[in-house]
């Protein structure tokens, strides 16, 4: 290290010696880079109120790029070794600050700067996580290089194409139609940033701090989020083995009702014919919104899929929405709802202030990925595997004697186990996640229910993974 | 035509004859499909109830993907040329329906179903829109194949990256230090789906119905529109030639002001360092919250840009935003905000309420697309290319001897121009709509203030069509 001090006064470096930063190691650049500041700093070879060199020279000299050396200022900045002068120059701070522990404040009201995190993988086991190494990229891919070489203006702003383009909402419609017997024509096809944008806009659309919206006890909570997010009052119903109980309790200010029909979040269960009927009547006569959240009724491996409770709905009342998260990958964001007619209007306004309209190159490359039967293959493909996975599970458990049952298989992404034991499932849940595995509590999903299990996604981990989730399972039960 | 009459009573064609569709045309292939089977019932060379063939089978007969079947199908539907029978099969109107023009509900209680549009290029002199032809869409694409070969995860959901990827973060805090004096770390920064979603989620997260926010008067609809879904009320402010006017009117209960200081919406003002100050002082004394929408402050062309209102605040008051659908292209749907501190916590919350994440893979692409330097020569170049453009334009009008005067020119993608006639604007702009021209009327930007004149956007146009654009727009004047 060579302190710069041809200006008497100004100690100034303009390079940093003995750095070496390896791209090999797991730890990021600029990990690296900041520990071994750090330790310059501790050791005392950097002193305080020594100049840093600038991040430019910086990163010329280590030949990364400058973004790096600025996460590692600043991630040392945030503990307290570095101040900061004016714009981008850091100076080491004076002893007392840079020895003390971590400081909360580093600067004067300024609160502790984090360190960037890596996107990563999901633990075992994860619900709702679908394999992406099963997903067809390259095929994808060429199907965006096509899209975009026949059509420039998806580059351009598409104000018009608020809701979807109408490419893919056509492609969607004929999906649902025959796939699910959503009743629908492709101008009611809404397309969405995942199926959580769809939620939001929806809890914005049809309630208000004035309105109650019933969900399902267990329920999903970012559906449960939604409604809370647009100040209403959420009512929870129980659930039964034929789905969400009837009749609703009191509540003459509700607007909607948020159900999952095929496989209810997160019990799994398939809502009976008689409950379909019962509940599109009570809608009907309640004008009350039903909204159908498929979120997974493609995964089904022992029977065809239930059609959806939209097809049965002679009155117009449900709102029917899906993800592509789940069947394609969830880094796409695009899911999409079935809006009845006298929605459509209201919701493609909404839209156009809630986001303008969503990315329509992959838009555009889905639609092109649907039309080419594409899709098709992969949901096949992802059905056998993913169906293989949840009978291996399923043995494996069996075969080790935990007190865990499960009560509805043969279907979906995620499978709910019951505790057999009567333990408290989330104390378990906090030490399996010590043990390296992410598998929530059921009674989490719950406010008035507290169904005590394990909720389980097998989909996105292979047989070794799952066989060694396993094995941290058993040690975390013990 | 062969009508299939195999089963006597059941008049189905398995395939229709004498269509031909033509690639070449300009024509979609479902218009033509539609406009040849509207053809054919009109000469009644399709009979009232025969039912048509499956969209599957016409499409495998016309070799084209079925959902341009089901398009035309569909179109024809809408138009009460057919009747819908079972799950997408079609058989034809009778004819009272099939020849009255275009009903306006086709089925009992249902809308008429609209056809689909292609995207499209702008029409001159649609503002803001920048030049996608200029974009370096292969060095993007290289960056997104480079991603995702180092970064399969980009694909998984990351809930940790709500409010965008880290690397993305960082690299755009080191731009806005850079170029625009923004003085913020990076963890302050919020990706988010276009600046359209900054505003509306702003909106959700500083008013509500009890509340106010101030606006600039003339002012950005997108920002007016968002405080309006937010159930706020917009209280609109002068603006004079140093920007926003103080004193701000009564409002005790405002929250937040919206502005746009270095080039004023639609106007093109700059706000004067005087007014900066006293703008942030009021904020600071009345805890009002600034958001500072720096939408095209990259576009200087005589002088560099004036730094960011955000960098004057020492108060932490000023949420600055911006957005890549200038710089870059619009389809790719990427805005930013700089959060004070204290809301980034809140912001994150919200933002995984709203939409979960947005698109990863292209956030990591535009990540390396900045840390390259592409961003940077690309934006050397656009500034090169606009401020030609503007020079022609403004040559170009003065040559006309239209009664158009430009106050303020040498930035910005947009010209306001002062119709100095005294005639009606929003006429005007409708008349020029009619010669193929989309030139917005200056005082539709205003709810008090309504200035007379037009909003010019000259970046997305080359030399030849600005040229073509004057010509008409000589035309639309007279």
Same mark, same amino acid.
């Given at each position: ?138 095929? =994808? ?44 024509? =492709? ?101 009350? =919104? ?189």
């Amino acid at each position: 290290m060579v302190p710069d001090e041809s200006s008497a006064g100004v100690k100034t470096m303009d390079r940093l010696e003995r750095v070496y930063l390896d791209r090999n190691l797991k730890r990021s650049l600029q990990a690296q880079l900041a520990d071994q500041m750090k330790a310059m700093i501790q050791a005392g070879k950097l002193r305080a109120n020594q100049r840093l060199p600038s991040t430019r020279s910086m990163a010329e000299q280590l030949r990364v790029s400058r973004n790096t050396v600025v996460a590692a200022y600043e991630s040392l900045y945030g503990e307290g070794y570095l101040q900061a002068k004016e714009r981008s120059s850091f100076i080491v701070g004076s002893a007392t600050q840079a020895f003390r522990s971590r400081p909360q404040q580093a600067a004067a009201g300024r609160a502790q700067v984090s360190t960037p995190l890596q996107p990563v993988a999901p633990k075992p086991f994860r619900p709702a996580q679908p394999d992406v190494n099963l997903f067809p990229l390259k095929i =994808w891919n060429r199907h965006r290089t096509r899209v975009l070489r026949r059509e420039s203006s998806l580059l351009q702003y598409q104000a018009r194409f608020s809701i979807g383009l109408d490419e893919l909402r056509l492609n969607v419609a004929g999906y649902l139609r025959d796939s699910r017997g959503v009743r629908c024509s =492709w101008d009611q096809i809404a397309i969405t940033g995942g199926s959580q944008q769809a939620l939001f806009l929806l809890g914005h659309l049809l309630v208000d701090r004035d309105h109650s919206a019933y969900m399902e006890d267990p329920g999903y909570p970012g559906a449960r989020r939604s409604w809370e997010a647009a100040r209403a009052t959420v009512v929870p119903v129980p659930v039964d083995h034929e789905g969400i109980q009837l009749p609703l309790p009191e509540a003459p200010d509700a607007s909607l009702i948020y159900v999952t029909p095929s496989h209810q979040f997160p019990l799994g269960t398939c809502m009976s014919l008689a409950r379909r009927l019962a509940l599109l009547d009570v809608a009907r006569q309640r004008s009350l =919104w039903i909204i159908e959240d498929d979120y997974d009724a493609e995964f089904r491996y022992s029977s065809a899929p239930q059609p959806s409770l939209q097809g049965l709905d002679e009155h117009q009342r449900v709102i029917y929405m899906g993800s592509f998260s789940k069947t394609l990958f969830p880094g796409l964001r695009l899911g999409f709802i079935v809006l009845p007619p006298e929605l459509v209007e209201p919701f493609t306004r909404l839209k156009m202030v809630a986001d303008d309209q969503g990315p329509l190159i992959d838009q555009a490359t889905l639609a092109a990925f649907l039309d080419s039967g594409a899709f098709y293959a992969h949901l096949r493909r992802c059905r056998r595997v993913y169906s293989e996975r949840q009978q291996f599970f399923v043995e494996l458990i069996r075969r080790t004697g935990l007190p865990l049952e499960f009560p509805i298989t043969g279907r979906g992404m995620n499978l709910a186990g019951r505790l057999m034991d009567g333990r408290d499932d989330q104390a378990l849940s906090e030490r399996l996640d010590g043990a390296g595995l992410d598998i929530p509590a059921l009674s989490g999903y719950g406010t008035q229910a507290k169904p005590r299990g394990l909720l389980f996604g097998l989909t996105a981990f292979d047989e070794t993974a799952i066989a060694a989730g396993v094995r941290d399972l058993v040690r975390g039960f013990r």
